[in-house]
C-alpha cells in the first residue's frame, strides 16, 4: 500500500541554519504530494503541495521539489527562524482517493 | 471563504463517561470530513471519515463512533472513555477531486483521568 517515510526527529537548529526534511514515498501511481506544519498546540496547516513530477512546491521560504525517479518530496529552507518551530508533516494523496497519507511527522526547534 | 470549528477546546474528563465532540464546516457543501488522533509526540491516526450524511467508514476499531447527521456537521462520540483515548483530536475536511488538500480545525485536546 502507499505509505510515506520521514527522517527522525526532532532536528535541532540554530537561527539562520539551512534545512532539509527528507521525505520519501511508496504509491501504485502519482499522487500529489504535501508538506504541512503544525505549531504547538494548533491543527495542521497546509504549507506547499506539488501536484506532478518535478513540480516545485514553494510558501514561506520553504521549497520541495517532486523527484519521480527518487520517489522524494525533500523540504528545503535556506535560513530557519524561531517561529519555523514547529511539526512538519509530509503527505501525499492518490489521484482517485480522498484519503490522505501522513508521515510520522518532524520535530523541529530553532534555537537564537 | 471555507472555515472549520471545533469544540470544545480543551476537555477533561474521567475514564467510563460519555464524549462528545462537534465539529462544523462553514462556505462549502458536500464535503468530506474527518476525524484524526493525535497522541502525545506521535503522527496522525485516522479514525473516521465520511463522504456524506449518514455514511461513516471507521480505519480502526476503538470504543469510539462517528455521526454526521448534517452535510456539515461531524460528531465523535463515545458512550465509555478508556484512558488511552487521551489525546489530540483533529476534524479536517475536503473537496473531492483529484487532488485533495485536507483543511485543518484547530483541534480538541482530551485528558481522560
Known amino acids: 500500500g502507499n505509505s510515506v517515510t520521514q527522517m527522525e526527529g526532532p532536528v535541532t537548529l540554530s537561527e539562520e541554519a539551512f534545512l532539509t526534511i527528507n521525505c520519501t514515498y511508496t504509491?501504485?501511481?502519482?499522487?500529489?504530494l504535501f508538506w504541512y506544519v503544525q505549531y504547538p498546540g494548533e491543527g495542521l496547516q497546509l504549507l506547499l503541495k506539488?501536484?506532478?513530477?518535478?513540480d516545485k512546491g514553494s510558501n514561506k521560504g520553504f521549497e520541495a521539489t517532486y523527484r519521480k525517479e527518487t520517489t522524494s518530496f525533500h523540504l528545503e529552507k535556506g535560513s530557519v527562524q524561531v517561529s519555523d518551530s514547529a511539526v512538519y508533516f509530509c503527505?501525499?494523496?492518490?489521484?482517485?482517493?480522498?484519503?490522505?497519507?501522513f508521515g510520522p511527522g518532524t520535530s523541529l526547534s530553532v534555537i537564537p | 471563504s471555507q472555515t472549520i470549528h471545533q469544540w470544545p477546546a480543551t476537555l477533561v474528563q474521567p475514564v467510563g463517561s460519555p464524549l462528545s465532540l462537534e465539529c462544523t464546516v462553514e462556505?462549502?457543501?458536500?464535503?468530506?470530513l474527518y476525524w484524526y488522533r493525535q497522541a502525545a509526540g506521535r503522527g496522525l491516526q485516522l479514525l473516521f471519515y465520511?463522504?456524506?450524511?449518514?455514511?461513516i467508514s471507521s480505519e480502526v476499531p476503538q470504543n469510539l463512533s462517528a455521526s454526521r447527521p448534517q452535510d456539515r456537521q461531524f460528531i465523535l462520540s463515545s458512550k465509555k472513555l478508556l484512558l488511552s483515548d487521551s489525546g489530540f483530536y483533529l476534524c479536517?475536511?475536503?473537496?473531492?477531486?483529484?487532488?485533495?488538500?485536507?483543511?485543518f480545525g484547530p483541534g480538541t485536546r482530551l485528558t481522560v483521568l
Open positions: 462556505g462549502t457543501s458536500n464535503p468530506n
Open positions: 465520511s463522504v456524506g450524511i449518514g455514511q
Open positions: 479536517a475536511w475536503s473537496v473531492g477531486g483529484t487532488y485533495n488538500e485536507q483543511f
Open positions: 503527505a501525499l494523496s492518490e489521484a482517485s482517493y480522498d484519503k490522505v497519507i
Open positions: 504509491a501504485t501511481g502519482y499522487p500529489s
Open positions: 506539488a501536484t506532478k513530477a518535478d
